[in-house]
């Protein structure tokens, strides 16, 4: 009885760090394309500052 006891908590175990693994690779993969987006909107951000502060006049 203790054994079966034993195998019971112990897949439940597994079970539960399985289903943890798998919701952790989820929420990094929704952070990565968070941070893609992020990268892009810095890239523009950084080259519309350089434009305001370095204008180009035409003569």
């Not at 992020?38 to 035409?58: G, V, W």
Request: proline share 2%; charged share 30%.
């Amino acid at each position: 009885m203790f054994k079966e006891l034993s195998n019971e908590f112990e897949q439940r175990l597994i079970l539960i760090h399985r289903e943890q693994m798998k919701k952790w690779q989820e929420e990094i993969k929704e952070l990565r394309l968070v941070d893609a987006s992020n990268e892009e909107a810095s890239a523009l951000l950084n080259n519309a500052r350089f434009l305001l502060q370095n204008p180009i006049f035409d003569s």
